[in-house]
């Protein structure tokens, strides 16, 4: 029998999703199930490359240059013995055991490659989320988002043009300020918020000076009271006297009602100015997930049960944000977090092996270890939590050296701890030789 009827005969695992989870778990399996050839291990991401998402703010802001920390799939794919194929979801046949996937086009729109079908024996769909402006008016139109690495660049890009064109005026005169809006005062926001205060010091320090770090007004909106209001208080607190000694200006209690070309508008009449808005609320799933004919909930997730399957298709699992998983019997869900993608990326490697030899999938259990936000090089606060320690509350340098640990040990699951020690060492010789701010 030849090696591609080999292939034919093996167990066929689609995984839809290149994020974090769904990469992870390509990994996993292919160095498992792929190489010893026990299944034919296949993903497939609308886009070639991977960036860690939690890294977006870091590239709106040009602190961090994207196509240095960029992940090639078919790259990866050939490393640890897995396939890949470029496309986006946009049906399923449960039936024939089908995934569709949209015709690609060029940039001029014409189509290279045509709609086609990918079959599997077992489906994983892991395609993330996207941010939920919860049908603001003027949010569409006039908001930049950060769910994509085209996306933070485009942030960026208009963030410099507005430096580049104060620099070229002539005359003694001072520029405008520029005025940049923040909706959402979560993680992202509140990172990218002292991310931006860090880029205007940086952009002052590499002679572009007609914009005073001091004329980069940042507003951060907040619906709720108080700034991180997913994490406890004991964390939101030190976060918020942070930023507001860095000059940012944080709105709490009170949603925006409307965003126009030049301003918003919050719920209580206040107007805030902004040429520049980045709505950072919220998070669901993409929408054609509730054109499968699986269940979902309010915000497009499919639900799944622990052991992450779909409840009508036992082949068929979900997991990261795409999933709505039960996290115990009090209705609640597991959150959207990173580390719940880690956690399910690595129980799934092990259930799906279970499951071609016949047993039972194995249950999610969340363990929150829990949160470590970054304020840029200013700070960095958070809590660990574990079965021996507690809660242990984290600030200043140390709390920042544990943030930058869960990139690294999201490195160390996709490239392995060598590779991952020179890509350390990489960063560190760059940091010498290279601008601290993307500058283009």
């Keep these: 029998m030849s090696s591609s009827q080999d292939q034919a005969a093996l167990p066929r695992i689609l995984i839809v999703g290149g994020g974090a989870g769904g990469l992870e778990l390509a990994t996993r399996l292919g160095r498992t199930l792929g190489k010893k050839k026990r299944a034919r291990i296949t993903l497939a991401d609308a886009n070639m490359t991977h960036i860690w998402k939690p890294l977006l ?12 920390d960029e992940l090639n799939y078919v790259a990866q794919a050939k490393w640890n013995h897995f396939h890949f194929q470029l496309g986006s979801m946009v049906g399923l046949d449960r039936e024939r055991r089908q995934v569709t996937f949209a015709p690609i086009l060029d940039e001029q729109g ?35 988002f950060l769910d994509t690495r085209a996306q933070a660049e485009r942030f960026h890009r208009r963030l410099l043009n507005q430096y580049m064109k104060a620099q070229a005026t002539s005359g003694n005169q001072p520029s405008e300020p520029i005025n940049v809006a923040i909706i959402g005062a979560g993680a992202t926001g509140v ?8 880029a205007a010091r940086m ?4 002679g572009l000076d007609r914009i005073r770090p001091e004329d ?24 918020d006297e942070t930023l507001k000694k860095l ?13 126009l070309a030049d301003r918003l508008v919050l719920a209580d009449g206040t107007e805030i100015p902004a040429s520049l808005k980045v709505w950072a609320a919220g998070i669901r799933a993409p929408a054609f997930l509730t054109t499968l004919g699986l269940e979902t909930n309010r915000i497009n997730q499919l639900v799944v049960s622990r052991t992450l399957q779909v409840p009508a298709d036992p082949r068929i699992f979900a ?18 977090r990173a580390q719940a993608a880690h956690q399910q990326a690595s129980l799934l490697a092990r259930s799906l092996r279970r499951v071609l030899e016949g047993k039972l999938p194995l249950d999610y259990h969340y363990k929150d270890y829990g949160s470590l936000i970054s304020l840029a090089s200013f700070s960095a606060v958070g809590n660990l939590m574990g079965n021996l320690t507690g809660s242990v509350m984290l600030e200043g340098k140390l709390a920042r050296m544990f943030y930058v640990s869960l990139y690294r040990m999201h490195q160390i699951a996709l490239y392995g701890m060598p590779r991952t020690i020179l890509l350390m060492l990489s960063d560190r010789i760059g940091r010498s030789t290279e601008p601290r701010l993307k500058l283009h």
């Design 216 to 239: 980069l007004n940042i507003n951060l909106i907040e619906a709720s009271s108080r700034v991180l209001p997913a994490l406890p208080e004991r964390i939101s607190q030190p976060v």
């Design 203 to 206: 952009l002052q320090a590499y």
């Design 57 to 68: 703010h870091e590239v709106a802001a040009g602190s961090l240059n994207s196509t240095e």
């Design 191 to 198: 990172e990218l918020a002292a991310e931006l205060h860090h």
């Design 319 to 336: 997991f990261g944000d795409c999933a709505a998983c039960p996290m115990g019997e009090d209705g609640r869900f597991v959150p959207p």
């Design 247 to 259: 000059g940012v200006r944080v709105h709490t209690g009170s949603p925006v009602k409307e965003v």
């Design 110 to 144: 014409a189509e290279l490659i045509p709609e086609r079908q990918l079959g599997y024996d077992y489906l994983v769909i892991s395609v993330g989320s996207t941010t939920n402006d919860f049908g603001t008016r003027g949010a569409a139109e006039h908001c930049l």
